[in-house]
């Protein structure tokens, strides 16, 4: 999903690291606390980093792998989750680090 809105943006692939450590986490922490500031909960950031990583799994592992059989796909969907974990570790970090700043608390008022 972030990578086709990659090619989209930018004309070309972007190189696997800037795509996985500097166009995603950026894009991703703003969904966050878009998402925590009309929810007013900062729990929510963690819920959709998740999914939104899961979401791009799953499209990534269906487009590689979805005609070897859905054994394949589950097995690459978990293996793909899990190497997105240091990626995601930097969606968090921002995002709560973010979030945790006194003006997100006093101009939207994130718990």
């Keep these: 999903?972030?990578?086709?809105?990659?090619?989209?943006?930018?004309?070309?692939?972007?190189?696997?690291?800037?795509?996985?450590?500097?166009?995603?986490?950026i894009l991703i922490t703003i969904i966050a606390l878009i998402v925590a500031i009309f929810t007013k909960k900062a729990w929510t950031m963690a819920v959709v980093i998740i999914v939104l990583n899961l979401i791009d799994n799953a499209i990534d592992v269906n487009f590689l792998y979805g005609a070897e059989g859905i054994g394949a796909v589950l097995f690459h969907n978990v293996t793909f989750f899990f190497t997105n974990f240091f990626s995601?570790?930097?969606e968090f970090l921002l995002s709560f680090i973010i979030a945790a700043t006194p003006f997100m608390h006093r101009k939207f008022g994130i718990a």
């Excluded at 086709?4 to 995603?24: K, R, S, W």
């Design 88 to 90: 995601m570790f930097y």
């Design 1 to 25: 999903m972030f990578k086709d809105m990659a090619f989209y943006i930018f004309g070309t692939p972007l190189d696997p690291f800037f795509q996985m450590f500097v166009f995603e986490p």
